[in-house]
């Protein structure tokens, strides 16, 4: 195998292994924007990997939906139950004004333990779904061969997931909606100064509501990515901390989508050099457990790296409650 081609299998593994940390970490910004602390984005990943992995089985083996449409069909369902999920942990953290953070631990075991008793109740007893027949199929960019010299390299690197796009195309979506809309100057200033916010006729209850609620459906979409285009199944073990990964990302990023999606690619660079170790021949100088845990050492040293220096939203964590100095 020649240096290029381990070059396109690593880029193109890093896209790949890094759009569901994009999507949660942007789901992640959006929450954490508007002061609402989101611990929950494991869960909200295991529920939507659930959820795309049971509908688009169902939808493609039973309700003989286009193989096509059957894992869009999927991503919608992961979407929906992520929006649904994220709702008790909104009312908890804006109306009830509970811990956030254990609100968010609580919503990780619920929904671990819920999706897992569906699973062996769908599907007589097994621990895991059957696999998903009708994934996505990877889409190149046809053009991109016709360039002279890099055309075929180019188009190696884009060979990708469909949902792959769509996650860098709700990178740019997030960033224009947070910082060049009325609603986005609307969502980080009752992240910044809800006082100040609610003086000037924002309502910050809605605003928290709806941010925790986008933050869910994007966590959703992100582990559906996972369990439909990665993993083509559905296990207690699909998900194994990529949620808490994404938080770690959010954080590197700084609470920016457009610094999200790059720690996310940096995060997903470690686990595609951790899956192409043995092809590259890395396992004859390093123990396989060490290149397998390098995604989770490298979000520790980033985390211990960034933390002290990142300033997160002064209301991050703070209920509000109207009326009240």
Do not use: C
Request: charged share 10%.
């Amino acid at each position: 195998m020649s240096l290029a081609d381990i070059l396109i299998i690593l880029i193109n593994g890093t896209i790949i292994f890094s759009t569901p940390l994009i999507l949660t970490a942007l789901g992640g910004v959006f929450s954490e924007r508007s002061g609402v602390v989101n611990i929950g984005l494991e869960g909200l990943m295991v529920i939507g990997a659930f959820a795309a992995a049971v509908v688009t089985i169902f939808a493609g083996e039973q309700w003989g939906l286009a193989p096509g449409l059957a894992p869009w069909l999927g991503i919608l369902a992961a979407m929906v139950a992520g929006v649904l999920f994220a709702i008790p942990h909104a009312v908890a953290s804006v109306d009830l004004k509970a811990d956030q953070v254990v609100s968010g631990v609580a919503l990780n075991f619920f929904a671990a333990g819920f999706a897992l008793f569906m699973v062996k109740k769908l599907f007589e007893g097994a621990g895991q779904t059957t696999t998903v027949q009708h994934t996505f199929n990877k889409v190149n960019v046809g053009f991109l061969a016709d360039i002279p010299v890099i055309g075929p390299l180019l188009e190696g690197l884009f060979n990708i997931y469909p949902v792959s796009y769509l996650a860098f195309v709700l990178v740019g979506v997030a960033y224009y909606v947070l910082y060049k809309t009325p609603f986005g100057l609307r969502l980080r200033a009752v992240g910044e100064h809800p006082r100040a916010a609610d003086t000037l006729g924002v309502n910050v209850r809605r605003m928290r509501y709806t941010a925790v609620m986008i933050s869910g459906g994007l966590a959703g979409i992100g582990g559906g990515a996972l369990s439909i285009a990665i993993s083509s199944s559905f296990t207690h073990a699909t998900v194994s901390g990529h949620g808490f990964m994404a938080l770690a990302a959010m954080i590197f990023g700084k609470w920016h989508p457009l610094g999200a999606m790059g720690a996310a690619l940096f995060f997903g660079l470690a686990t595609a050099l951790a899956s192409l170790s043995q092809t590259i021949g890395l396992a004859n100088y390093f123990p396989s457990e060490l290149l397998n845990a390098l995604p989770y050492l490298l979000t520790i040293l980033a985390l211990a790296g960034v933390v002290g220096r990142a300033e997160s939203p002064h209301a991050l964590g703070k209920p509000y409650e109207k009326g009240s100095r």
